[in-house]
């Protein structure tokens, strides 16, 4: 699986971005993909992910503010950030993985196989 993401930009404090994620080659039917994020000098975390079947969880630290979405036709991912603060800053990277539907999506990062370049987000005050 390849995962590319874009939207990564500079702006400043309240405003918002979405970033992109498109996969391609193997598809699986039945997954989950999301986000994590990585700011200079700390660990990968966890902003969120979606199931297959639509069944979305967010870190606390951007619910309210922040929103994941799939587009299954355009094997898109996308991520919907609001009210951007400047600890925000981080790259940001696209994951995936081919999972149960029965089971929640892991929140570890070593828990999926697949990961995208980054894009980077930058947020001015």
């Known amino acids: 699986v390849q995962l590319v993401e874009s939207g990564g930009d500079s702006v400043q404090a309240g405003g918002s971005l979405i970033l992109s994620c498109t996969a391609s080659g193997v598809i699986f039917s039945s997954h989950c993909m999301g986000w994590f994020r990585q700011a200079p000098g700390s660990e990968r975390e966890r902003i969120g992910t979606?199931?297959?079947?639509?069944?979305?969880m967010y870190q606390d630290s951007v619910k309210g503010r922040f929103t994941i979405s799939q587009d299954s036709a355009k094997n898109t991912l996308y991520l919907q950030m609001d009210s951007l603060k400047p600890e925000d800053i981080a790259m940001y990277y696209c994951?995936?993985?081919?999972?149960?539907?029965?089971?929640?999506?892991?929140?570890?990062?070593?828990?999926?196989?697949?990961w995208g370049q980054g894009t980077q987000v930058t947020v001015s005050s």
């Open positions: 979606v199931r297959s079947d639509g069944k979305t």
């Open positions: 994951v995936a993985n081919s999972w149960l539907l029965s089971v929640d999506c892991p929140i570890y990062a070593s828990a999926f196989a697949n």
